[in-house]
Antibody, heavy 123, light 107 residues
Framework: EVHLVESGGGLVNPGGSLRLSCAAS????????INWVRQAPGKGPQWVAA????????YYRESVEGRFTISRDNAKNSVSLQMNSLRTEDTAIYYC????????????????WGQGTLVTVSA | EIVLIQSPATLSLSPGERATLSCRAS??????LAWYQQKPGQAPRLLMY???KRATGIPARFSGSGYGTDFTLTISSLEPEDCAVYYC?????????FGGGTKVQIK
């Protein structure tokens, strides 16, 4: 059974940092791209970052470019999202999701999601 | 950025009725559209992908159509458990984007 488990969320001051992790199991991890998607309270989902199977292709939404870094370790079946210079508008539940129907660059649809980890940026 | 506009914002129907949800893209996304269902406290659930393909385990009462800029999700006969928010999502171009959602209420 496919499992994705996020961790690392919490309360942080504006300007602070957090590192989110996504632990995967139940599938051939190195064969799938992974994306991070966030959802602010009461809002719709918002794509954040994508990493392809072998880390060749990495993409970010503009508002996090230069502040967030996505990476993966295929030996450990995990993906990380390093978040620096956090802003109040980064407050959201962060989900990692496995990419299906991959276009080869890390883009696709999300059949499997983790349960999410809450990031709250507030003074 | 490709903007996805969903309508209506809220749909209130009785069990057994047909629900028609719309998603319009600001530019052509060919058939690269998915639909998700989200219930409170849960992650989104993939219903349809590539506009008209049903995801694994999704009941046949859900169907999708469209190409280019105009897409539709149809629920042929509403069940009480279909009460949720529905989002469309395009993967045609970066950044990937989601629509604002349609809330389906069951009378």
């Amino acid at each position: 059974e496919v499992h994705l488990v996020e961790s690392g969320g919490g309360l942080v001051n504006p300007g602070g940092s957090l590192r989110l992790s996504c632990a995967a199991s139940g599938f051939a991890f190195s064969s799938y791209s992974i994306n991070w998607v966030r959802q602010a309270p009461g809002k719709g989902p918002q794509w954040v970052a994508a990493i392809s199977r072998d880390s060749t292709y990495i993409y970010y939404r503009e508002s996090v470019e230069g502040r967030f870094t996505i990476s993966r370790d295929n030996a450990k079946n995990s993906v990380s999202l390093q978040m620096n210079s956090l802003r109040t508008e980064d407050t959201a539940i962060y989900y990692c999701a496995r990419v299906e129907v991959d276009n080869g660059y890390g883009s696709g649809y999300y059949q499997y999601w983790g349960q999410g980890t809450l990031v709250t940026v507030s003074a | 950025e490709i903007v996805l506009i969903q309508s209506p914002a809220t749909l209130s129907l009785s069990p057994g009725e047909r629900a028609t949800l719309s998603c319009r893209a600001s530019q052509s996304i060919r058939g690269h559209l998915a639909w998700y269902q989200q219930k409170p406290g849960q992650a989104p659930r993939l219903l349809m992908y590539d506009a008209s393909k049903r995801a694994t385990g999704i009941p046949a009462r859900f169907s999708g159509s469209g190409y280019g800029t105009d897409f539709t999700l149809t629920i042929s006969s509403l069940e009480p458990e279909d009460c949720a928010v529905y989002y469309c999502h395009q993967r045609a171009d970066w950044p990937l984007t989601f629509g604002g959602g349609t809330k389906v209420q069951i009378k």
